[in-house]
């Protein structure tokens, strides 16, 4: 999959530290949610055996990237040059 997000699901770095400020997410609001995206990863570790919560490019497209990796395994290409 080409994507140029390489953030991961969760985390400092993740989707919603990085993209919740850009939709008017609070600190609090973004500790909060990504609280349930940690919490939604573990769901999917434990049912599906897939760790998705570093995955880079997990955090990209609304979470798009993470979709894709439960049920395949995934290459991520950068698809933009800085």
């Known amino acids: 999959m080409a994507c140029d997000v ?3 699901l969760t ?3 993740g989707a919603t530290a990085i993209f919740g400020p850009q939709k008017g997410a609070t600190p609090e609001m973004i500790a ?17 055996g897939i760790d998705v919560e570093h995955v880079p490019g997990a955090g ?3 979470e798009w990237g993470r979709r894709c990796t439960d049920s395949v395994t995934l290459s991520y290409v950068k698809a933009l040059k800085s």
């Open 6 to 8: 390489t953030n991961p």
């Open 11 to 13: 985390g400092d770095e």
């Open 32 to 48: 909060q949610l990504d609280g349930y995206l940690k919490h939604y990863a573990q769901i999917i570790k434990k049912d599906l």
């Open 60 to 62: 990209a497209a609304g």
